[in-house]
């Protein structure tokens, strides 16, 4: 069974950077997709960004430029790098895990969000202005 679990989450003024952790994200198919999420208070979720096994990675136009996914296999952990961070910023991120396979595209797995087979239970960023 996959357990993910979300760390580095906080509070940063404006400009600062964080990196987010996700432990757990080890599975045992050949393939997977991997992506971050953001629920931002009173908003939808947003898909921010996708990796698979075969190296891909997609970003959202929002966070494009400042955000880098990453993954540690040897350490069953993926990673969100996030730099320039920004008021809008502001949201509960969530890690999630999709066996499917398919193209990834705007920052998410080929199935979105609603085709994500594990989730984590989020870890919260705040950002001051």
């Known amino acids: 069974e996959v357990q993910l679990v979300e760390s580095g989450g906080g509070s940063v003024q404006a400009g600062g950077s964080l990196r987010l952790s996700c432990s757990g994200a080890?599975?045992?198919?050949?393939?997977?997709?991997m992506g971050w999420f953001r629920r931002p208070f009173n908003k939808e979720r947003e898909g921010l960004a996708a990796?698979?096994?075969?190296?891909?990675?997609s970003y959202s136009d929002s966070v494009k430029g400042r955000f880098t996914i990453s993954y540690d296999k040897a350490k069953s952990t993926l990673y969100l790098e996030m730099n320039d961070l920004q008021p809008e910023d502001t949201a509960k991120y969530y890690c999630?895990?999709?066996?499917?396979?398919?193209?990834?595209?705007?920052?998410?797995?080929?199935?979105?969000?609603?085709?994500?087979?594990?989730w984590g239970k989020g870890t919260l960023v705040t950002i001051s202005s």
């Open positions: 999630a895990l999709d066996l499917g396979w398919g193209p990834l595209n705007g920052g998410v797995c080929y199935g979105g969000g609603d085709g994500m087979d594990y």
């Open positions: 080890q599975y045992p198919a050949s393939y997977v997709c």
């Open positions: 990796i698979d096994s075969d190296g891909s990675r």
